[in-house]
């Protein structure tokens, strides 16, 4: 994939999650060399401190060497141009700016990306999928993300916050979003939208297994947990997830009569736990709503970094910016 670091460069690749935070130290062929990960929030540490901390952790690990980039995947709405994250409420951010923080901080550039853009550009980097020129991401999981590149960039927009796939309106009148909006794809077929109906089926004694082992609570349902119920025959479940997935397929199918992309990256909590039918539905979908021409060819593949995508895309960001700029 080219050379972007010299032997003996090292950078970090940082993932801030609303639950779990982990910093990964990468030598110059993207292999991890020491991390460390920690859940987000820690009683009387601000959300910085605690990064801080992480950073500093990873880079003990493998004795505190000097380090040339940090690459960022964040929760957003942020703006990449200027690493200020922009509003979020779960880390206690408004108009932070968390690139600057970590620059005087490490004393390195640093480059701050949405944290689905970056996963997305993780699993098209690192991938069976690096040669494609035009790939979408979509990751249904507790929310629903996504990231999209084209022409090999992720794309930003005017905004600066572009790949919103989740808050793509698919029905006019549908159910409230956390946007606060009606309709969108994640009121419709993210996990918690998922697990509401489930619940509700468990309560009516139409999934007994869910009863029995997750209760009727929404927070205990889980994507395994979802998964083991088809798994033991909870046809009612089965439903629910399929018409779920085939929502994200329309979803795809739109991205692919808009974007025409060469590939689609599906992963996310809800993926990784029913690879299957997710790819399934998906195809479907795009069968039935992608125009013929715009269709063919077209690979949906699932994830395959896992936890791992977004601190690899981040390291593999900054390594990018640190070689434009060498070039400069
Ligand atoms: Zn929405």
């Known amino acids: 994939m080219g050379e972007l670091l010299s032997k003996g460069d090292l950078v970090v690749g940082l993932d801030i999650g609303a639950t779990k935070m982990m910093a990964v130290v990468f030598n110059n062929k993207f292999e ?61 951010w408004k108009n932070f700016p968390l690139g600057d923080t970590l620059s005087k901080e490490f004393g390195v550039p640093v480059v701050v990306d949405n944290d689905v853009n970056v ?22 999981g507790t929310g629903i993300g996504g990231g999209i590149i084209i022409n090999r960039k992720l794309l930003h927009g005017f905004s600066g916050a572009a790949g919103e796939i989740g808050h793509m309106t698919l029905e006019v009148d549908g159910p409230y979003c956390g946007c606060g909006k009606r309709g969108c794809l994640e009121a419709l077929a993210s996990r918690i939208a998922i697990a509401k109906e489930v619940a509700a089926l468990a309560a009516r004694e139409d999934a007994p297994y869910v009863k029995a082992n997750c209760g009727t609570d929404i ?8 998964a083991k119920a088809i798994e033991n025959g909870e046809k009612m479940v089965e439903g629910v997830v399929r018409r779920a997935a085939y929502y994200v397929g329309i979803a795809v199918a739109n991205l692919i009569n808009i974007l025409s992309p060469e590939a689609v990256v599906l992963g996310g909590g809800l993926v990784e736990a029913m690879p299957d039918l997710y790819l399934e539905e998906v195809n479907r979908a795009v069968k039935e709503h992608a125009m013929p021409f ?20 981040a390291a593999h960001l900054i390594a990018k910016r640190l070689r434009a700029q060498s070039k400069a």
């Open 119 to 140: 996963g997305t550009y993780g699993e098209w980097r690192f991938g069976d999928i690096s040669e494609c020129e035009d790939v979408v991401g979509v990751f249904p």
């Open 294 to 313: 715009l269709r063919k060819g077209v690979r949906i593949v699932p994830a395959k970094l896992g936890d791992n995508a977004v601190v690899l895309g």
């Open 32 to 92: 991890a060399l020491g991390q460390c990960r920690k859940r987000s929030r820690k009683n009387g540490q601000t959300a910085e401190d605690r990064i801080r901390q992480i950073i500093r952790e990873a880079l003990d690990a493998v004795g505190s060497p000097p380090i040339r980039g940090i690459g960022v995947g964040s929760p957003g709405p942020l703006d990449p141009k200027t690493g200020i994250i922009i509003d979020t409420p779960n880390l206690g």
């Open 219 to 226: 927070e205990n349902m889980r994507s395994g947990a979802i």
